[in-house]
Every structure is written in structure tokens, then in C-alpha cells.
């Protein structure tokens, strides 16, 4: 059971604009820098945001990243058929010494 | 292009042992911390393992901690898990990754090496 809550699944319509959140607790986001990945079926996972609000050369200023407290939020916006994917929160955890991924949300483009 | 080349994955019966090796080019191998991440089939991913750039520093998961040791050699920019007492839990895609800054920021990914324990 991870300590990193993510919806299961969002959905919207092409052009539109999701937000996934992730919430966690101090031990985690509240005190460290957030990166978020996505996954297409049948692919290794991608970074797609670092230090919270940072995105890797290559990807697209569509996706976005934000922290606030214990809590990161992952928005796109000009949803497109090609963003259905796993989306994943990740941190260094203190207080378990561990690396967390979130527990995963699936995006649905209608 | 940096890239990873993952081997050692397969089938093993429960109680026994593998060793995954990942060998990465080109890049400075030796400046990036370096993780185990594994993906059971249908399920989200858990983090396995992670080691500092000069192999000092070793975190594992409580899962698999006693059972599986990482590993690095700098020399050959080579990664290493040796997996010990594997468990039907165990069978998964184990990705070989890079932290870009030593903060938890997975940039770049193998394509996984599939490890199936079966009896």
C-alpha cells in the first residue's frame, strides 16, 4: 500500500485540460522535491517532471507540475489521444529511507 | 543517446537466485546515483534498490531487503542486482534507471528484463 494516494483514473475530451493529484504527508512531499512519470502501454515509464515543477528537455509545456504542503498536482492541458497513459507521482520518503511511487492514475481520452 | 542494456532476467523456481546486469553508454556512469525499479505485471511500479555514485551510500526496499544486493561497477558503468530466495511476488519487469540529479528524478530508463518465478 503506498503512502502516495493518487485518483485511480481521470478522463476528459480532446483539448481538455486534467489534473491528477498526489497526496502524501510530511515525510515525503512535504519536504522534498516531487517528480512525476507516465507510462504508454507496453513502454518503460518517462520522466515527465522533476523538482517538483520542472520539465526534462522534450517534453511539452502542456504537462505541468505544482506542490503545495503534502500534496503535488500534475496538470495537462490540449489533452491528446496520445497522452492516454499511467501517469505516476514518485519522492524520496524520510522517514521510511525509501523511494514511493504513487499508486497510479489512468488517463482516458474520450 | 544514453541507453540502457539490461540481461539476466528468466524463469526461476521459487528459493532460488538471479543476477540482473545493466550496462549503460555512453555517459559519466560513474557521476549518477542508479536504481532498481520492477513493475509486477498489471501493477503499478515499486522501487526495488538504489546506490550512490561511488557505491557507499545502499538503500532496499523492505521487500526485498536481505534478499537482493546492488551493485556497481564504476569500471565497466555496469549495474548489478543479485536476487537471492525469490518469491512468486518477485516476478516482474526490473527497469534499470538513472537519478538525473541524485534527487530522485528517474530520467532515463531501461526497456526492463522480465523475471518470472515460477514453480
Known amino acids: 500500500q503506498s503512502v502516495l494516494t493518487q485518483p485511480p483514473s481521470v478522463s476528459a475530451a480532446p483539448g481538455q485540460r486534467v489534473t491528477i493529484s498526489c497526496s502524501g504527508s510530511?515525510?515525503?512531499?512535504?519536504?522534498?522535491?516531487v517528480s512525476w512519470y507516465q507510462q504508454v502501454p507496453g513502454a518503460a515509464p518517462k520522466l515527465l517532471i522533476y523538482?517538483?515543477?520542472r520539465r526534462p528537455s522534450g517534453i511539452p509545456d502542456r504537462f505541468s507540475g505544482s506542490k503545495f504542503d503534502t500534496s503535488a498536482t500534475l496538470g495537462i492541458t490540449g489533452l491528446q489521444t496520445g497522452d492516454e497513459a499511467d501517469y505516476y507521482c514518485?519522492?524520496?520518503?524520510?522517514?521510511?529511507?525509501?523511494?514511493?511511487f504513487g499508486t497510479g492514475t489512468k488517463v482516458t481520452v474520450l | 543517446q544514453v541507453q540502457f542494456v539490461e540481461s539476466g532476467g528468466g524463469v526461476v523456481k521459487p528459493g532460488g537466485s538471479l543476477r540482473l546486469s545493466c550496462a549503460a553508454a555512453?555517459?559519466?556512469?560513474?557521476?549518477?546515483?542508479m536504481s532498481w525499479i520492477r513493475q509486477a505485471p498489471g501493477q503499478g511500479l515499486e522501487w526495488v534498490s538504489y546506490?550512490?555514485?561511488?557505491?557507499?551510500?545502499?538503500f532496499y526496499s523492505d521487500s526485498v531487503k536481505g534478499r537482493f544486493t546492488i551493485s556497481r561497477d564504476n569500471s565497466k558503468n555496469s549495474l548489478y542486482l543479485e536476487m537471492n530466495s525469490l518469491r512468486f511476488d518477485d516476478t516482474a519487469v526490473y527497469y534499470c534507471?538513472?537519478?538525473?540529479?541524485?534527487?530522485?528524478?528517474?530520467?532515463?530508463w531501461g526497456e526492463g528484463t522480465l523475471v518470472t518465478v515460477s514453480s
Open positions: 523538482d517538483n515543477d
Open positions: 555512453p555517459f559519466t556512469f560513474s557521476a549518477y546515483y
Open positions: 514518485g519522492i524520496w520518503d524520510y522517514s521510511l529511507a525509501h523511494y514511493v
Open positions: 510530511d515525510s515525503n512531499i512535504g519536504n522534498n522535491y
Open positions: 534507471v538513472r537519478d538525473r540529479a541524485g534527487r530522485g528524478a528517474f530520467d532515463i
Open positions: 546506490i550512490s555514485d561511488s557505491g557507499r551510500a545502499i
